[in-house]
T-cell receptor
Framework: RKEVEQDPGPFNVPEGATVAFNCTYSNSASQSFFWYRQDCRKEPKLLMSVYSSGNEDGRFTAQLNRASQYISLLIRDSKLSDSATYLCVVRDDKIIFGKGTRLHILP | NAGVTQTPKFQVLKTGQSMTLQCAQDMNHNSMYWYRQDPGMGLRLIYY???????DKGEVPNGYNVSRLNKREFSLRLESAAPSQTSVYFCASSETAAPQTEAFFGQGTRLTVV
């Protein structure tokens, strides 16, 4: 089992739709969790950290279920500028990335 | 504020040549990482260093060596480049003592081995 697994994608959704990304991780001792965004041919950048209680940042909501070892990201009212690859990231003694899910927002 | 700086940005090597990718961070982070990214494969960890003087293998270490020269610098060496090492290489750093803090990335090195 891969350490961090994500939906393979790509997701093609119309502007204004709600998009959900799912991620599972294998190491129950993992300490912290993140969603990163990567634009084409650019370096990954932090979108948001994921906390046990769940957290929201504008149109973005992240959830963590430690018992199920599951992380999610919800994007509401999607914009054209949300088109990118979304990477699930898990940290224990090292930082491990999922393969990423590419999102295309359609006008 | 430079953050993480990688050099070079682009490189073409012939099979069998060697080269060193340089990475430096100015955020006083303890941890540094080298990843490679291939189409459809996400970022795969090559080596990491949790502190000055320590290095550990990641998922895909074969064909690479690393040196944590000091707290700021973490270099990646290809001793005998192979076409399979054609990839985009990213260096990153983070704070070990604060696991909730993010990793910061350099802009990447695009390496082609012919």
């Amino acid at each position: 089992r891969k350490e961090v697994e994500q939906d393979p994608g790509p997701f093609n959704v119309p502007e204004g739709a709600t998009v959900a990304f799912n991620c599972t991780y294998s190491n129950s001792a993992s300490q912290s969790f993140f969603w990163y965004r990567q634009d084409c041919r650019k370096e990954p950048k932090l979108l948001m950290s994921v906390y046990s209680s769940g957290n929201e940042d504008g149109r973005f909501t992240a959830q963590l279920n430690r018992a199920s070892q599951y992380i999610s990201l919800l994007i509401r009212d999607s914009k054209l500028s949300d088109s990118a690859t979304y990477l699930c990231v898990v940290r224990d003694d090292k930082i491990i990335f999922g393969k990423g899910t590419r999102l295309h927002i359609l006008p | 504020n430079a953050g993480v700086t990688q050099t070079p940005k682009f490189q073409v090597l012939k099979t069998g040549q060697s080269m060193t990718l340089q990475c430096a961070q100015d955020m006083n982070h303890n941890s540094m990482y080298w990843y490679r990214q291939d189409p459809g494969m996400g970022l795969r960890l090559i080596y990491y260093s949790a502190s000055e003087g320590t290095t550990d293998k990641g998922e895909v270490p074969n064909g690479y060596n690393v040196s944590r020269l000091n707290k700021r610098e973490f270099s990646l060496r290809l001793e005998s480049a192979a076409p399979s090492q054609t990839s985009v290489y990213f260096c990153a750093s983070s704070e070990t003592a604060a696991p909730q803090t993010e990793a910061f990335f350099g802009q990447g090195t695009r390496l082609t081995v012919v």
